[in-house]
């Protein structure tokens, strides 16, 4: 089965097999729409995959075995979640080489990263979300945009004594056996209509902390209708000229008490709150490999117009200069 017959809901589970590297690379660059290099660990002959892949609107939930197994995914457009259901596994990222245990933790593999992994005999789970669908969600659940790079302060390994990650390991094994099961009746169609947008909201929550807190934030935010109103339009506006005076004029109370409550709500003043909004904007920029603006370009837009007054607030509130996230993040 193609990369293309998953796009069709008739045809959202694909289940392949291999005991041989040349066909398991075949099979699942097919399955995946890139190519994957794969190989035996030690023994060809104890070479064995099997794999069963359900697609969940754009995401794509999937069920693996192996013995044997050495797999390299390349930088792709997606993040993936992985976590190991039975044995343990070794994969190296980067500069670094690191282990997952099941029932123990998991992690989450960025997608501009190549990942070796080492899959002895193991059973895994794995959740293939693209970004441009995570981005869109952490947009959905917060109100607000997801501004600079979705990539600055991603997740890559986590706790599954964590609740957030305990949940979202949960909800992938409930899901995948659901399906599996409804497919067997002709309904599995139905059940992954219903499914795609729990797994979706909570792989965007555990992909971005930033995205968990302000979610859990909501939550618990019992401040006055008003002071949220200042907190939104501060945050929304923030590269802008903000007149403080004015805003609470128009909320119709004075300057006195729109910072008493701000400071009662939030542990902080409306100005340090749109200070910080600004310094994390400039933060997203910096650290957006991408973007082709100068320090001083990125500054006077996220409402910097003094370069000294941005480099010692950044300085004292990342630890570095602009110049060095910049740096940095270019390579």
């Not at 992985?82 to 190296?92: A, D, E, H, N, R």
């Not at 968990?212 to 935010?221: C, L, P, S, V």
């Not at 910080?276 to 997203?284: K, M, S, T, V």
């Amino acid at each position: 089965m193609g990369h293309s017959d998953l796009q069709k809901p008739a045809l959202g589970v694909a289940t392949i097999q291999a005991k041989t590297p040349e066909a398991a690379a075949k099979r699942l660059s097919v399955l995946f729409g890139q190519d994957l290099s794969v190989s035996f660990l030690e023994n060809k002959d104890a070479f064995r995959l099997r794999c069963t892949a359900v697609r969940l609107g754009k995401a794509v939930l999937v069920a693996t075995e192996t013995s044997d197994v050495f797999l390299r995914r390349p930088p792709s457009n997606a993040a993936l979640v992985f976590v190991p259901l039975k044995g343990s596994i070794s994969y190296k990222m980067g500069d670094g080489n690191y282990s997952l245990a099941a029932g123990r933790n998991g992690a989450i593999w960025p997608p501009f990263e190549t990942v070796d992994m080492r899959l002895p005999q193991a059973m895994s789970l794995s959740l293939h979300l693209p970004m441009a669908v995570a981005a869109a969600q952490a947009e959905r659940l917060t109100g607000l945009p997801f501004s600079g790079t979705p990539f600055h302060g991603m997740v890559t390994a986590f706790d599954l004594s964590d609740p957030l990650y305990a949940t979202l390991a949960r909800n992938m094994k409930l899901i995948m056996s659901e399906i599996l099961a409804l497919e067997a009746t002709g309904l599995g169609q139905l059940a992954r209509a219903g499914y795609d947008e729990t797994l979706q909201t909570l792989a965007t929550a555990a992909l971005f902390p930033a995205v968990a807190r302000k979610i859990n934030a909501a939550g618990r935010d019992t401040s006055p209708p008003p002071i949220r109103k200042a907190r939104d339009y501060i945050k929304a506006h923030a590269a802008e000229p903000v007149e403080l005076s004015r805003l609470a004029a128009s909320l119709g109370m004075s300057m006195r008490t729109l910072q008493d409550n701000f400071k009662k709500s939030y542990g902080c003043s409306p100005r340090d709150y749109l200070m910080e909004c600004r310094l994390e904007n400039a933060r997203d920029r910096l650290t957006l490999a991408g973007d082709a603006a100068s320090v001083i370009e990125i500054a006077m837009d996220c409402g910097f117009p003094d370069h000294g007054q941005f480099s010692s607030k950044y300085r004292a509130r990342y630890g570095e200069l602009p110049s060095q996230t910049l740096k940095r993040a270019r390579g």
